[in-house]
């Protein structure tokens, strides 16, 4: 690894040399040009774009897009009013974030190297996309390959590793600000974006780390860890840097999983997962109890406004419910004017051919024999729809469930069994259900269809229960899992 990263640090310092000393944070209140002329080689696609990403709702839009000459060369021009982060897709779904201000002018040279790809750029505006570049290979050399990833390793290897980071940013940041002419200003937003960087791989793998199999909690294990340094910066001015926004957004939503929801869910009294009693879904307490809860921290008020938002979007991942509607009564409520109404609209809007009565968006595969199936084929039965895929632990562990309440309706041709997998690699299916064949009917998305079928029905996470009537018509399009006991009463209303 001392090898990479000193291979690493000469590249660096070359790249130092061209870097450009000009750049400026501060918002323009009048809309001006920006330029970025593209160099790619090795590019496969004739298009190339600039297109933004909202970490919100995680959607995206194309800003500019244009194609490419013969050369590999192409153009791309804006306007702008203030700065912003955006992602340039150089090569089919190449996306790489780029920070762009009014009156930058760049060239990017985008060439391949083993299987990544590699930018540089000069002109106006080339200074901070260099600094971004190197410190995101840095950090890929540093967390580690297949063999020595940092996320495998065990809790006194990884406190090891994240510290053997911390340095290699701090020395890398050091040796970049040294080389090139940077304001205040952007030093210490570039310094605050890598802790962020650390601050995110500590939250990750502490979460991993609880939540795997290991019976081994103990967090004195962590050291260093427990500086303050990697403590959740809790600034409501974060947002206001582009720099720092969509990361620090990200982090937010981590954040209140990590200390606001497990931490409720884990005090609820349960009798399963899913349930907190026979009449009384976990599901339907506990946005409530999370918002609740958000609402009484000692938090600024743009981090509380952003996190009742991501709660309130969270419940509408799995369409339009009165809990939905009660979320966002009260979120109108504290913030009549909030900038994140205008994405909780959006997904309702997005959500609502799932509200109940609507006929069901229709489902496409290849059923384990190799036939094309549409959903429209059962039109007449009430069909129970388990979305899954082989590598999701949660999802097995329902299927002894799900078992069991097909039993409950063998021979009843009036109700179907509709499996759909996610996985990407059709390989892994075939293999799991000649392993170990499933009841029902069972079919895989093609790889082409799944974006789409994922964004129809909103499937933020598996397993994913839906359940249609004779008609087509949804009747919960978040429906109840097996282990809830409760799924084969749902059904026999429907009979």
């Keep these: 690894m001392k090898k990479d990263i000193a291979i690493f640090l000469l590249v660096c310092f070359s790249t130092l040399l061209f870097a450009n000393f000009q750049l400026s944070i501060t918002e323009s209140p009048e809309k001006k040009r920006f330029k970025l002329r593209v160099h790619t080689p090795d590019a496969s696609d004739e298009e190339v774009s600039i297109y933004s990403a909202n970490s919100i709702d995680y959607s995206d839009s194309i ?8 050369l590999g060369n192409a153009v791309l021009e804006l306007d702008l009013h203030k700065p912003a982060l955006v992602y340039l897709d150089v090569d089919k779904g190449s996306g790489h ?32 996309n260099n600094y971004l570049e190197e410190i995101r290979f840095l950090q890929d050399v540093l967390e580690g390959s297949v063999e020595n990833y940092i996320m495998s390793l065990d809790p006194p290897d990884f406190v090891e590793r994240v510290e053997e980071m911390r340095t290699e940013f701090s020395n890398f940041h050091q040796a970049y600000i040294d080389s090139v ?30 939540t795997g199999s290991s019976s081994d909690k103990d967090k004195t294990k962590w050291g260093k860890l427990n500086d303050s340094f990697y403590d959740f910066p809790l600034v409501a001015s974060y947002f206001d840097n582009e720099l720092l926004r969509d990361d620090y957004i990200d982090q937010i939503d981590d954040y209140a999983d990590q200390y606001v929801l497990k931490p409720l869910y884990d005090s609820l009294p349960k009798i399963s ?20 809860a958000i609402k009484q921290r000692d938090y600024p008020e743009k981090i509380k406004e952003l996190m009742l938002a991501q709660n309130t979007l969270e419940v509408l991942d799995n369409g339009i419910s009165h809990i939905s509607d009660s979320l966002l009564n009260n979120f109108e409520k504290l913030y009549p004017k909030s900038e994140f109404l205008y994405y909780i609209h959006k997904q309702i809007k997005k959500v609502q051919p799932l509200t109940v009565g609507n006929i069901a968006p229709n489902i496409t595969g290849i059923t384990f024999g ?10 007449g039965k009430v069909v129970y729809v388990d979305v899954w895929a082989t590598w999701c632990g949660p999802c097995k562990t329902e299927m002894p469930f799900a078992e069991k309440l097909q039993d409950e309706f063998k021979g009843n041709d009036e109700v179907v069994f509709l499996n759909v997998s996610v996985d990407a690699k059709k390989e892994k299916w075939d293999e799991m259900l000649k392993e170990k064949p499933i009841g029902g009917v069972n079919i895989i998305i093609p790889t082409d269809d799944l974006s789409a079928f994922l964004k129809t029905y909103s499937v933020s996470g598996i397993p994913r229960y839906i ?28 009979l």
Excluded: C
């Design 63 to 70: 800003i500019h897009k244009t194609t490419y000459d013969s």
């Design 97 to 128: 974030p780029i920070y762009i201000e009014p009156n930058y002018d760049m060239e990017v040279l985008v060439y391949r190297e083993q299987s990544r790809w590699k930018y540089f750029y000069t002109g106006k505006g080339s200074a901070v």
């Design 181 to 210: 002419k940077l304001s205040a200003e952007q030093k210490a937003t570039l310094e605050k974006k890598n802790q962020l960087m650390l601050i995110s791989l500590k939250e990750r793998y502490i979460d991993f780390y609880e």
């Design 273 to 292: 997962a899913t349930q907190i009693n026979d009449t009384l879904a976990v599901g339907e307490v506990l946005p409530f109890l999370i918002a609740d």
């Design 370 to 379: 190799g036939e094309h199936f549409s959903l429209d084929q059962l039109k």
């Design 467 to 494: 359940l249609i009537d004779q008609e087509g018509k949804l009747i919960d399009a978040n429906a109840l899992r097996p282990s809830t006991g409760k799924v084969k009463a749902e059904i026999e209303k429907l």
